[in-house]
């Protein structure tokens, strides 16, 4: 994921907390929508469900929550 995020160039895969039942992935980019574009195949295409992401822009104002 992090290579594809890289290679598009819409931000980067910044690390990941593991623990409680949980998977937690941090990505950062410019535009979140474009991140999760590049990453959405490969988020769905992990078996850990029940699975969300949250989008937030940079102002952190706009949120929103997308169930994989």
Do not use: C, H, T, W
Not at 10 to 19: A, K, L, R, T, Y
Not at 31 to 36: G, N
Not at 41 to 66: C, D, G, M
């Amino acid at each position: 994921m992090a290579a594809a995020v890289e290679a598009a160039g819409v931000g980067e895969v910044d690390g990941n907390e593991f623990g409680g039942g949980e998977a937690v992935l941090y990505a950062y980019g410019a535009d979140a929508e474009a991140l999760f574009k590049v990453m959405e195949p490969i988020l769905r295409s992990v078996l850990f469900r029940p699975a969300y992401v949250v989008l937030r822009q940079e102002s952190r104002e706009a949120e929103s929550r997308v169930d994989l």
